[in-house]
């Protein structure tokens, strides 16, 4: 797994990134976050589809082993949108270690701003949960939310990322 990681991400985590290229991958994903609470909540976002994983409280410490609470809020919220258990186990399985990457296009950031935006709002009318790290209801409205890439072509995150796991 590959997660491209804002400045401010890898400030946080005190993280090394790799130089890898991520075009085309369906286990490449962008991360960011924001204070609420006085406790750090992420957004990470996948760069084909959109898909958003949403978790709340992360520790510094808990980047060694991201992969570990981001495999089973990846897995949650393939559950809650409805993915049959065959696709996403096939998923799960092939993720490998996770590799960091500085962010370097400028238009998936503004992406994945847009949508940590939106669930800033939507958090205003739902609140956090604060029991829980994994934001289940939070990432599920977000990846109803109808998407265009090129202002002709919309989608929403569900259905895209639907198609390509049934590519795999």
């Known amino acids: ?16 990134t790799d130089i890898k290229d991520t075009k085309h991958d369906i286990y490449a994903w962008h ?3 924001q204070v609420i609470n006085n406790k750090p909540f992420f957004i990470f976002m996948n760069d ?10 992360l520790k510094k410490q808990d980047f060694k082993d991201l992969g570990f609470d981001l495999y089973h809020a990846i897995r949650h919220q393939f559950i809650m949108v409805g993915y049959q258990a065959d696709l996403i186990e096939k998923y799960i399985k092939d993720i490998d270690e996770v590799t960091f990457l500085k962010t370097e296009s400028r238009k998936t950031v503004a992406r994945l701003n847009r949508i940590m935006d939106d669930g800033l709002a939507i958090l205003e009318n739902i609140g956090i949960d604060t029991d829980n790290t994994e934001q289940n209801l939070l990432a599920f409205k977000l990846n109803q939310m109808i998407i265009s890439e090129d202002k002709e072509n919309y989608f929403t995150p569900i259905e895209k990322m639907h198609d390509y796991l049934n590519l795999l």
Do not use: A, E, P, Q
Request: aromatic share 14%.
């Open 1 to 16: 797994m590959i997660i491209s990681c804002t400045k401010k991400v890898v400030d946080y985590g005190k993280l090394t």
């Open 48 to 57: 084909l589809t959109k898909f958003s994983v949403c978790i709340y409280g």
């Open 31 to 33: 991360v960011n976050y």
